[in-house]
C-alpha cells in the first residue's frame, strides 16, 4: 500500500486474475433432496431418477413444463425464480461436467473467470456461477440458460438439446 492508502496497480492485476470456485453440486442435489409434498414430485424427482444421467434430464424438462404451465408452478417460479435457476441449472450443469469426455470442467464464479480468462463474457449477462475449463479456456453457462428458458428467451427447445449440444460440442 502506498503511503495515499492505494493498491499498486500491479498487485491489482495478479490479484484479479485469480479463478474463485464454487461448486454446486450440492445445489444440484436438491433437485431430488428437497422435493415439495405434490405427488409428482415425490414419485418423480427422486435420487434414483435424478442420477445426472442425461436421460434424466427428461424428467428435468417435464418438471420444468409443469412449472411453467400451471398456475401453482407459475406462482413459484415468480416467488422463488433465482431458486429454480440455481437448483436446476446446478442439476443440468453436473449432467454436463460428468459427461464430457475430458471432465476438465469445474464450477467458478463468474467474475474471476470474466477476470480470468482471454474469452470473457460480453454483453449484458447476470453473473451466475458458471463451468469452466482452464486447460482449454471454454464456459459453458448452465445456470444462465436456465435462466433465460425460465424466462420464455431461449434457443434451446428444452433442457435436453442443451445438454447434449454441451456435451457433444465439448467432448472432443
Known sequence: MNTKGEIPSMFLLSRN????KDDLKEIAKLMYQDV???????????????NFSIESVR??????HRLMNTEMGKTLLDKHFENFVNRL????????????KQQD????????????????????IKPYTLLYSKKRDVVIMP????????????????????VEEMTRQHSY
Not at 441449472?89 to 460428468?98: D, F, H
Open 17 to 20: 486474475r485469480k479463478l474463485v
Open 36 to 50: 415439495s409434498e405434490d405427488p409428482w414430485d415425490k414419485e418423480n424427482l427422486t435420487k434414483r431418477n435424478l
Open 59 to 64: 424428467l428435468i424438462d417435464l418438471y420444468v
Open 89 to 100: 441449472g446446478a442439476y443440468l450443469g453436473e449432467v454436463i461436467k460428468s459427461h464430457i
Open 105 to 124: 470442467f469445474n464450477w467458478y464464479e463468474f467474475n474471476s473467470v470474466n477476470n480470468y480468462s482471454i474469452c470473457q463474457v460480453k454483453g449484458r
Open 143 to 162: 445456470l444462465f440458460v436456465t435462466s433465460e428458458y425460465l424466462e420464455g428467451r431461449s434457443t434451446f427447445p428444452n433442457f435436453l438439446v442443451y
